[in-house]
């Protein structure tokens, strides 16, 4: 063999290797791009479904715990500001019956097509010859509450007995007239007498709503100035929804229809309490009352 021949021979062995390693290396990057492919493929199409699901499950888990925290006492308990009713609105209320006046109070409601709220106090319930207007009053629509037996603030502040007083006081008024109200107006008002927390922890125990007021006319001590309880009453007016505090007298009777046209040509409806539509008013700002 010369050597022109071997020369082509070994050239001819080198292109073969060349483009045998080519071949290897188009394949390798062929098999790399192909495992590749399907990495990728499988991510897309396992590990993001697996991980939506984990997702999926810490968001149900933290929606559970959220709905769990929501009824747990003093948590994340929202406001009842719900309850409230919507527009002008005015609840005229009348404590310490029922009296020789109840009836006369009931026939200008009536006339007047006007439901109230009575806050009666037990030692008055207790007159047989005063039950009847009791009774008259639920079948007209309007709402029978309690106002404690005694009325006597060291009784019921001081000594504690205010949530014995107002069940029993409750409980008479369901003995005369069928009804279960759970509706108190503490006399005198819920502050100070109510500033005790262990005292409004009962009352919540016991499930005894509170209403206080937000316009008081001071009626009681007008016996011989009727048309100032119109002019204080016109005076406090100021919000769309306000609760009346008046009293069974004589004088608040003769203004009464007075009062009336007032609140009506301001545009209000008249409403009366319904214990499933409690929304609080108390001044201790206590929103389990």
Same mark, same amino acid.
């Given at each position: 063999?010369?050597?022109?021949?071997?020369?082509?021979?070994?050239?001819?062995?080198?292109?073969?290797?060349?483009?045998?390693?080519?071949?290897?290396?188009?394949?390798?990057?062929?098999?790399?791009?192909?495992?590749?492919?399907?990495?990728?493929?499988?991510?897309?199409?396992?590990?993001?479904?697996?991980?939506?699901?984990?997702?999926?499950?810490?968001?149900?888990?933290?929606?559970?715990?959220?709905?769990?925290?929501?009824?747990?006492?003093?948590?994340?308990?929202?406001?009842?500001?719900?309850?409230?009713?919507?527009?002008?609105?005015?609840?005229?209320?009348?404590?310490?019956?029922?009296?020789?006046?109840?009836?006369?109070?009931?026939?200008?409601?009536?006339?007047?097509?006007?439901?109230?709220?009575?806050?009666?106090?037990?030692?008055?319930?207790?007159?047989?010859?005063?039950?009847?207007?009791?009774?008259?009053?639920?079948?007209?629509?309007?709402?029978?509450?309690?106002?404690?037996?005694?009325?006597?603030?060291?009784?019921?502040?001081?000594?504690?007995?205010?949530?014995?007083?107002?069940?029993?006081?409750?409980?008479?008024?369901?003995?005369?007239?069928?009804?279960?109200?759970?509706?108190?107006?503490?006399?005198?008002?819920?502050?100070?007498?109510?500033?005790?927390?262990?005292?409004?922890?009962?009352?919540?125990?016991?499930?005894?709503?509170?209403?206080?007021?937000?316009?008081?006319?001071?009626?009681? %001590?007008?016996?011989?100035?009727? =048309?100032?309880?119109?002019?204080?009453?016109?005076?406090?007016? %100021?919000?769309?929804?306000?609760?009346?505090?008046?009293?069974? %007298?004589?004088?608040?009777?003769?203004?009464?229809? =007075?009062?009336?046209?007032?609140?009506?040509?301001?545009?209000?409806?008249?409403?009366?309490?319904?214990?499933?539509?409690?929304?609080?008013?108390?001044?201790?700002?206590?929103?389990?009352?």
């Amino acid at each position: 063999m010369n050597m022109t021949a071997g020369t082509n021979l070994n050239r001819g062995r080198s292109e073969r290797n060349s483009r045998a390693k080519r071949r290897i290396l188009r394949f390798m990057l062929l098999a790399a791009v192909c495992l590749l492919g399907f990495c990728t493929l499988r991510w897309v199409l396992f590990d993001r479904a697996a991980i939506a699901e984990q997702q999926g499950i810490i968001i149900a888990g933290w929606k559970s715990a959220v709905r769990q925290s929501a009824v747990t006492p003093d948590k994340f308990t929202p406001v009842e500001e719900d309850a409230r009713p919507t527009g002008k609105i005015v609840y005229l209320t009348f404590d310490d019956g029922p009296t020789e006046w109840t009836g006369k109070f009931l026939d200008v409601l009536e006339q007047h097509g006007v439901k109230a709220t009575f806050f009666m106090q037990g030692s008055q319930l207790k007159r047989e010859n005063l039950q009847r207007f009791v009774k008259r009053a639920v079948q007209e629509g309007h709402y029978v509450g309690g106002h404690s037996m005694s009325h006597q603030y060291k009784k019921l502040y001081e000594e504690g007995e205010f949530v014995s007083e107002m069940k029993e006081n409750l409980a008479l008024i369901h003995d005369i007239t069928g009804e279960n109200p759970h509706l108190v107006r503490p006399p005198y008002g819920s502050a100070p007498g109510l500033n005790n927390k262990q005292i409004r922890d009962q009352i919540a125990k016991e499930g005894i709503k509170i209403w206080d007021w937000t316009i008081d006319s001071n009626d009681w %001590k007008l016996k011989d100035h009727p =048309e100032q309880i119109v002019e204080n009453i016109k005076k406090a007016t %100021k919000v769309d929804l306000e609760v009346v505090l008046m009293h069974e %007298k004589p004088q608040t009777l003769q203004v009464l229809p =007075e009062i009336i046209e007032f609140f009506q040509k301001k545009g209000y409806r008249f409403g009366v309490y319904n214990d499933s539509g409690h929304f609080h008013l108390n001044f201790q700002k206590d929103h389990r009352l």
